[in-house]
């Protein structure tokens, strides 16, 4: 089977499962947005995708996706690393054009990933599996003003946020030129759609994140109109 | 004019392909700067040949940056510090009073070291065997204008095709990836007439040969294209990837 | 004294009318029925347009054949340097040409010292080449309209040459070398890479094998075969600087002259005009400008002798000459030509203006190359899309920008029209032993022209070499394959090993390259542009005493029984010694001024060549009557039924 045994095979896998992460952030991004300008709408999404059976079969294929990604990455890295030969090179120098996210995706992806542990147990671990272990869910708004209250909290989540920001801006482009989407024309202009909407994505989470702080950690009063999810 | 330079070469020095290597340092004193590095070499050489040593084994043949066989990893770069030239095309006025000059082989497990500098590159040939070719036999083939071809495409074909296989694609490479030499050769004729027809046969017999010989997969750092004396474009690797792609679907 | 003549008849030309020779040759030769071919193996030795197209096609055929290269790959052979283009006769420009008139402009581009029927079958296949390598997936430049491209080249009034941006010769060998990875992939070749030959094994009088050297482990080895084909290239690396590849040797032709194969002309030597000019001692090699920049640039050296001193001494700007002080000394000469007119041509004039102390950088060797005109009227953005790559080199090269100074050129060392003789079967005089390429004698006289280097050895290997060599294999099918261990085998690697032990055992204190750069100088300045009979006869003297210096100075470091560069490189310079003094001799017997070989006793008043055809018009064939003795000289005269032999003129 080609995914498994050819090495363009096992990059496509990493680009699918890769860009259906970008897909799922989003998302998270987007409903994200929502817990600043309504707690309401927030805590509906929070509901809408409690232990149902479809929030379930996305949650579990998420984690697969995850799984395969990271698998594949460290299989990847491996059989490269074999094919770099035992011998290094007592000088190397970063050649014009090639950028550091794309020759530190490894750890860059491993920093991802510690990250997301803190992530799932500040929040998936008090609201999902509390459900799923048959008990009440934390109110998602009132769990995200407690844990970005705190500027350790928030530190650690922008630098979780920077490393995916090279993670992805890498990523994203890789994967279409991976899948075989790319030529001399459309190198720049992918190269653009790529750190634009990254960093669309990311700078969302990102606000989210300043503002709660602002609001609930430095009690300053933003646009208290237009941000209702802020005030508490 | 070019001033003379004096300068450290720090040269990768091993016997054989199982025998561990080391760094020789040698002083090199007041360099034209209109010698080109490999002249430099053959002057260090005539001076090691003078003393009773062995001289420093390196591949070089053509001298004009055509022929690929010059290999030489300079100061973290395959094929030194200028863009879109071979080691033989590079001048010691690239180079200041004072320097140290590291001088490296190719490194990667699909190029052994022979000897010094020399590493052994036949893989290449045999991903080349693999499919790299349109099956025609001598005679019998149509005439040369029968089939139009657009210019674009042509040029297209043409930028591909002026890869020389030197490897240096492979040496840049952190994964000692071969997709550059291969998305080249599969470009040149998946982008022509003549070898669309088997197109998918051969990327998929070319990418399975670089595999099985071991080269790594491509992480698209763009390390290859950097340094690519002929400046071949990873738009390749992108059509390869297609081509692949697509022929697995196939099947 | 009495010659020995070398007839029509030995030479193998088919009767009847030019025109149907090789079309009568092919319906009547023997040919091998495929499940023969199976049997029968073929060794080449060299794989770049000549080797690798030859033993491509004789794979595809059937036949077993195994091809040597002493590089690492056969894509590295130096035809892939080669930079404008190749001719063919397809006249898509509809400007007048067809097989005739390149059959003609290339028997009077080589001065009328070329056999018809070999040249005009040269010309007659010229169209397939370019159809075959189309096929390969060759990107030729092509027009707007998707047909091919074509630029017109030196000593052509038609637009003949096809190309591939400046690098026409790289997709050719890559074409052919596809299409031998090819038969290596079927299992119809195989390929001995990094392994030289160093003697041919000859039985019962027939070519029957090779001794070779691994030149990694340094091992001797053998191999059998039914016949044998050199296509090795030529011997330009005897001037030590010369365009040629670092590893391009004549030694495999040497060793088959050494063997009782004629030499033909080894004094036909042809130096390219458009080099970039020698710049010090520590140069190894001699960059080529692609002939192609003179359809665009016009070359000059100043009228006055005041400037050109200036000039030397570094005082004056090449740019501050006026037009009116510039002698563009090739469209005053010959006006009808201009600065297109054949290599040997273009090569002399800049010799004749340098001498006369016109030459324009701080050696006095060197004449201008000015783009100045062809941006004024072209642009600058056209000219670099012409020759963009060229200027690039160029300026890393010198560190002079051809945009906005004109670029110094020197003519140089860079092609050898001699070489191995052969018949029209392209069959040496060793029974079963071919040459093609630049190895054999060629088609090309004297002197060739632009672009027909690639057409010959393509010619050569596609569509002559695998037609001929059937008709000397069709009566081998009975003979079974060869041991390596027959007593031949045995005598000719104990003669390789004695070479080597000999070389090794002298442990004095010149290096090779030190000895080999004094062979340079000898031949450049004694049997160069311009050669006399004193000079000829003070170059064989001074090889022969060059010679003993290399047999009791020559220093090899390291051992012989593993890779050894300077082993490599000393028995090459043991050869190129043997080929130095085998120009002089040649050219010193052709007292006559043709082509790339200029006599100066022999010239118009004008200065130029004198030919002598009354009394030199034949292939001088050389054998070998042992070392440290003169070769002997056997003649082919050339009876030029078709043509008529005219003096060259490029004037009008």
């Not at chain 3, 037009?323 to 090569?347: C, I, M, Q, T």
Request: include cysteine; proline fraction near 3%.
């Amino acid at each position: 089977m080609w995914l498994f045994n050819s090495s363009v095979g096992k990059k496509v896998v990493m680009s699918v499962t890769g860009l259906a992460l970008i897909l799922f952030l989003t998302f998270h991004m987007t409903m994200n947005c929502v817990a600043l300008f309504s707690a309401e709408g927030y805590e509906w999404i929070c509901n809408f995708l409690g232990a149902n059976w479809y929030a379930m079969v996305a949650t579990i294929g998420l984690a697969i996706l995850m799984v395969i990604h990271i698998v594949y990455a460290f299989w990847l890295t491996w059989t490269n690393r074999k094919a770099r030969g035992a011998e290094r090179y007592a000088v190397t120098a970063r050649p014009k054009g090639v950028e550091f996210a794309s020759r530190n995706m490894l750890v860059l992806g491993i920093i991802v990933f510690v990250g997301l542990f803190v992530h799932l147990f500040h929040f998936w671990s008090k609201m999902q599996l509390v459900e799923l272990q048959g008990g009440e869910p934390a109110a998602g708004v009132e769990l995200i003003r407690y844990t970005f209250s705190k500027w350790y909290n928030v530190l650690l989540y922008l630098i979780w946020f920077l490393a995916l920001w090279f993670h992805l801006t890498h990523g994203f482009w890789s994967a279409l030129q991976t899948i075989g989407f790319n030529n001399k024309k459309w190198y720049v202009r992918l190269k653009w759609i790529s750190y634009i909407f990254v960093t669309l994505i990311m700078g969302g989470f990102a606000t989210v994140l300043i503002l709660f702080f602002c609001a609930e950690g430095l009690n300053w009063a933003i646009f208290p109109g237009l941000f209702q999810g802020l005030v508490g | 004019m070019d001033k003379n330079i004096s300068f450290t070469l720090k040269v990768w020095r091993q016997r054989g392909p199982k025998e561990k290597g080391e760094f020789k340092s040698y002083y090199m004193e007041d360099i034209p700067g209109d010698t080109s590095f490999l002249e430099m070499l053959d002057i260090l050489n005539e001076m090691l040949i003078n003393r009773g040593e062995e001289p420093i084994v390196f591949d070089h043949d053509c001298r004009e940056g055509i022929c690929g066989m010059c290999s030489l990893y300079i100061n973290g770069h395959p094929h030194g510090p200028a863009t879109g030239a071979t080691t033989c095309q590079i001048y010691m006025r690239r180079f200041h009073d004072g320097d140290i000059i590291t001088v490296e082989p190719w490194r990667s497990a699909g190029f052994p070291v022979i000897r010094d500098l020399m590493v052994d590159r036949r893989a290449f040939d045999k991903i080349m065997a693999a499919g790299g070719y349109v099956s025609v036999n001598t005679g019998g083939v149509p005439d040369a204008n029968a089939i139009p071809i657009p210019k674009e495409k042509a040029d297209e074909a043409m930028d591909a095709a002026a890869c020389i296989g030197c490897g240096a694609c492979v040496a840049a490479c952190k994964n000692g990836s071969a997709m550059l030499f291969v998305s080249a050769k599969v470009s040149q004729l998946a982008l022509l007439p003549q070898g669309k027809v088997e197109a998918k046969r051969r990327v998929k017999a070319m990418l399975a040969k670089m595999d099985e010989l071991g080269f790594g997969a491509c992480t698209n750092t763009r390390a290859c294209e950097a340094e690519c004396p002929k400046c071949v474009s990873i738009s390749n690797i992108a059509r390869l990837n297609r081509q692949f792609i697509g022929a697995k679907f196939k099947d | 004294m009495e010659n020995k003549i070398i007839t029509k008849a030995d030479a193998k030309i088919p009767e009847g009318p030019l025109a149907e020779k090789w079309t009568n040759y092919k319906a009547h030769q023997k040919l091998v029925n495929p499940a023969n071919k199976r049997k029968l193996d073929v060794i080449i030795v060299g794989s770049g347009l000549a080797g690798a197209s030859a033993a491509a096609s004789l794979g595809a055929l059937g036949f077993k054949v195994k091809c040597f290269c002493i590089q690492d790959s056969p894509r590295r052979a130096h035809s892939i340097a080669a930079q404008g283009g190749i001719n063919a006769a397809k006249n898509y420009q509809n400007d007048g040409d067809s097989v005739y008139r390149l059959f003609y402009d290339t028997i009077k581009g080589g001065d009328y010292r070329a056999r018809e029927a070999n040249v005009y079958r040269l010309a007659e296949v010229s169209n397939a080449i370019i159809d075959q390598c189309v096929a390969q997936g060759v990107p030729f430049a092509r027009e707007y309209g998707g047909l091919l491209d074509n630029r017109s080249f030196g000593g052509a009034q038609v637009s003949r040459t096809f190309y591939a941006r400046g690098q026409t010769g790289q997709q050719l060998l890559l074409g052919a070398y596809s299409a031998l990875m090819r038969q290596v992939h079927l299992g119809n070749v195989e390929m001995f890479t990094r392994c030289e030959m160093l003697d041919l094994v000859i039985i019962d009088g027939r070519a029957r094998g090779i001794i070779y050297r691994d030149l990694v482990t340094g091992e001797i080895k053998r191999c059998s075969a039914h016949a044998v084909a050199i296509g090795t290239g030529g011997y330009g690396n005897t001037f030590f600087l010369s365009t040629n590849a670092m590893a391009s040797n004549g030694s495999a032709a040497m060793q088959c002259y050494r063997k009782g194969a004629l030499f033909a002309n080894p004094a036909f030597a042809q130096i390219h005009p458009t080099c970039i000019p020698v710049h010090g001692d520590k140069q190894s090699k001699l960059t080529l400008m692609s002939e192609s920049l003179r359809n665009d640039g016009r070359i000059w050296v100043p009228k006055k002798l005041e400037d050109a001193k200036k000039l030397q001494r570094g005082e004056l700007n090449p740019n501050d000459i006026p037009d009116e002080d510039r002698d563009f000394y090739l469209e005053r000469r010959y006006p009808a030509f201009g600065n297109l007119v054949p290599r040997d041509v273009a090569s002399r004039a800049a010799k004749e203006r340098c001498d006369k102390g016109f030459g324009v950088n701080n050696t006095g060797l060197a004449v201008f190359l000015d783009f100045k005109y062809a941006i004024e009227r072209l642009g600058e953005d056209v000219v670099r899309q012409k020759y963009g790559n060229l200027f690039d080199m160029y300026e890393e090269i010198t560190d002079v920008n051809p945009y906005h100074n004109p670029m110094m050129i020197f003519p140089a060392i860079h092609y050898t029209m001699g070489g191995i003789w052969v018949d029209y079967e392209l069959m040496t005089s060793i029974p079963g032993l071919f040459a093609i390429g630049e190895a054999n004698f060629s088609d090309h006289g004297a002197n060739r022209l632009g672009a027909s280097a690639l057409m010959q050895g393509l010619a050569d290997g596609y569509f002559v070499l695998p037609y001929t060599i059937q008709n000397y294999l069709s009566d081998q099918i009975q003979v079974p394959r060869f041991s390596t261990d027959l007593p031949e085998f045995d005598e000719a690697e104990k003669g390789v090993q004695a070479r080597i032990d000999r070389l090794m055992a002298i442990k004095g204190n010149r290096s090779v390259d030190s000895i080999h750069k004094e062979l340079g100088h000898i031949m450049w300045e004694f049997v160069g542009m311009g050669r006399t009979e004193a000079s000829l006869r003070e170059a064989i003297e001074k090889i022969e005493a060059l010679e003993k210096v290399f047999y009791s100075d020559l220093r090899i470091p390291g051992d012989a029984d593993t890779l050894n560069v300077e082993l490599e490189k000393a028995l090459r310079l043991e050869d190129f010694l043997e080929i130095g003094k085998l120009m002089a001799y040649d050219g010193l017997n052709r007292e006559e001024s043709c082509g790339g070989h200029f006599r100066e006793e022999y010239q118009t008043p004008e200065g130029e060549a004198l030919r002598r055809d009354d009394l030199f018009s034949y292939v001088a064939c050389w054998q070998y009557e042992g070392q440290g003795k003169a070769p002997e000289l056997i003649k082919e005269p050339l009876a030029y039924e078709y043509i008529k032999v005219q003096t060259r003129n490029y004037k009008n």
